[in-house]
Nanobody
Framework: QVQLVESGGGLVKSGGSLRLSCTASGIATDYFAIGWFRQAPGKEREGVSCFSPSAPMPYYLDSVKGRFTISRGNAKNTVVLQMNNLEPEDTAVYYC????????????????????WGKGTQVTVSV
């Protein structure tokens, strides 16, 4: 059984930082891209960042470039999203997602071909 479990969401003031972690089980992570999507109330789900073992560099949504960093955690089945200088516009439910390589959707920040989803974690940034 495949599971993606997110942790690290919460409430933070504008300019603050949060660190999201996604732990995958039931899949061989060497063959998957793992990324983060988010969805705010009344808005479309959008790709925030994607880490792929076959890509030369991660994908980032333009609005988070320079503020967010995605990386593999200490454990091979963990991907971490470090979010710095958070803005109220970053408020959303953040979902971990996994897509089989070559993972064309994850690496373009679109969600239509994602294979597995986590349940999501709330990130709220206050002014």
């Amino acid at each position: 059984q495949v599971q993606l479990v997110e942790s690290g969401g919460g409430l933070v003031k504008s300019g603050g930082s949060l660190r999201l972690s996604c732990t995958a089980s039931g899949i061989a992570t060497d063959y998957f891209a793992i990324g983060w999507f988010r969805q705010a109330p009344g808005k479309e789900r959008e790709g925030v960042s994607c880490f792929s073992p076959s890509a030369p560099m991660p994908y980032y949504l333009d609005s988070v470039k320079g503020r967010f960093t995605i990386s593999r955690g200490n454990a091979k089945n963990t991907v971490v999203l470090q979010m710095n200088n958070l803005e109220p516009e970053d408020t959303a439910v953040y979902y971990c997602a996994a897509e089989t390589l070559p993972a064309p959707s994850c690496q373009r920040g679109v969600w239509n071909a994602i294979d597995y989803w986590g349940k999501g974690t709330q990130v709220t940034v206050s002014v």
